[in-house]
């Protein structure tokens, strides 16, 4: 009468699974997980081939993907994020056919829309019930929201709860319900929620980090946005982090009550939530634990969809309703354009996530980066990957200056008027290059290793093979 | 940039609402409910003829749509439940196009498979914010659970949220989310909350309804279902709601842990949980005023869609996991099939509701009514309607005998083991001919008023007009 089945094995043949189909994962569990790799060498030892995985990111912990690639058990990848332990792989050459890069907003649309069909998701769930009423928020593997997992529960064909907690039916507190779930399996462990944490989470103590930070914070403040209902997204990077942390104290200090904070969220913003700094938090994924036990206990932090956070075909996402949020670059070039895919040598070593999603939908997008970093220019002539398109990008901050995109003349005057160290982009190239030597160009094979597909839908770079 | 409108006017508008389109309503504000009535009177006014109304159940308070059916303005009209006072207009023959009843699961089965489409949903919701996250849980016309309104937010084309209560993006306690919203309507009230309370809600104090309701609650004891774990629905009528009470007392008295209530909730289901008879509370529809604060309050009291709550399509749903319904009757034949469309007449004054679809999935389905109404016996040859079919009802109690379904043997042993007063129907309805006299045959009309659709889609029986 319930969906428990005893094993994995058994539930891929109760799904179904054969060579040639498209099995999907989320990655809440981010570089903790377990699932993705223990249903690849489930499928790998069945002899299936030929798979297309849909995975919303892959991490460093998914290497055997390579093995798997190599062997022809998967064939087709398609995801919004890769690490560079698996990037360096894939840029390589290993694949014959490219990666599809989405967004996380863009991937779930594609998933509604039909044009990615998934025959066989498997959702890692930290809770569930026997007929597969599922949540993030409780267990041993807690991981939060599951905000990527909704598009895959709702519309693959089959769709396999893979749990290390088994509670008894009805499970209340449930992010994704029995109706869409066809088998619940109890396993050991689905990850290591160690693993979670993301990026440093820690405020840098690097002093150009700081500076960057503080000047992003007083952009913020000039732009005008930063009043009562202000809405704000930001990064686990360091100096991001730090960012958020002069603005928390500027809100504080003049008493601004913001609306809510959104995206990925960390301790941090957790922080400010209970400062009065925001009224809610939106939550797609939790970055660490602090953020977890919120979710878990504060009906103010909220768990969303992928299509809530940042879907371009849903009748509205909460990136729509944006202020400003803050990005991280490897790469800007003079149109604003940003590359987070590749390192400087085209080797993939991340991907858009929502970077594009909310700089579309932000009503300030800045991107915050240092003037170089390991002797290379933050700004070149061309960026190796758009991942995300300089017309949705307003102002990068550094160190040595804050340029605005030239389609901004009011957001310009505001910073001066503010005397902020507004200068052209092509003076933070220059600036940079006469410290660093102008860079030389790369060299790229003629093989496409990746399709970087925007949240319209149209193929808006392609990466080839790092020679 | 928010999707906030100055009238329902200009929603209806921009939602396109044109002659021959459908339209769909929910029914949480029950009797209380302005919502149809004021966009039906707007489309009237705007000249719109030739309308589908999808409603998932009609009132009384809705006989404005008697004129808007005699007007050309609705010309087919779907529910799930229709109370007498349209129910007559319907079963006099006033519509050309037979009335489409199906039950609260098949509803939005429809729905979702596309066999229903739905061009402009209108959302009666307590509270909204500015993008259309909505929830009956909280403002003054709180309703508490918006379950049925979930498939017509999420499959109809354009969708109107109506509310008195709008409240400052993003509303995190929501039930429907701004992803499905087009236009968000704000109005002066959405209805009366008085109008909610279903039925009496009181439990009987008639001696015979004491009878029967103390019968049931043993015939579930002795039915070996009544251990831990133990799920259970019920109605809101006085019968009913005096076998919850019976059912509680020999819970607590025997320490049995239920595990959920389930369906429309009463004050009386939450207070069986609060008493820990049960878990958790699965509510579709709140049936009170004390069923909306406790769903509001209580996080083991969660709202579920109508499709979690009863649809045969979805991968399972509530029922399917249910131990005992108790449902009531119009009339029963000697096959157990149950009629709660319509009076002994024929009249419509009813509908399935959840009633076939809690039949078709719990273990033990019993229906309670007393040996005859108005000096008419509840058991007849051939019931006016085929509401729920005869092998998925498991026991008829009376308070003049209990009669079991031949096709559960077990039971019946189990339930004379106990020393109930087990009979079979035949007697009941001879007990009841020997005090009433059998009832005389009644006429019909030639004209068909309503198809009744089974949850499985077939037309399990259809209704006539009453001369």
Redesign the interface.
Known sequence: ?D?VVRSLKEAIELAGVQSGMTVSFHHHMRNGDYVLNMVMEELAQKGIKNLTVNASSVFDCHKPLIDHIRNGVVTKLCCNYMAAGVGRAISAGIMETPVEFRTHGGRPADIVSGKTPIDVAFIAAPTSDT??NCTGKIGKSACGSLGYAYADAMYAKK?VVITDNLV???L??RSI??????YVVPVEAIGDPAGIVSGTTKITRDPVGLVMAETAAKVIQASGLLKD?FSFQTGAGGATLAAAKFLKDIMLKDNIKG??GLGGITGYMVDMLNAGCF??L?DVQCFDLKAVESIRTN????E??A??YA?PN?????V??LDVVLLGATEVDLNFNVNVHTDSNGSIMGGSGGHSDTSAGAKLAMIIAPLSRARLPIVTDKVQCISTPGKTVDVLVTQRGVAVNPNQTELRKALEAAKLPVCDIEELKARAEAICGAPKAVRHGNKVVANVIYRDGTVIDQLYNVE
């Open positions: 009468m969906k007929m597969g769709v008894p039916y009805p209340t507190e319900d029995e109706t869409y779930i066809d209902g609306s809510f009224q809610k939106l009906p103010n932090h909220a969303v969809s299509m809530h879907s849903a009748k509205s996402a909460a729509d309703s």
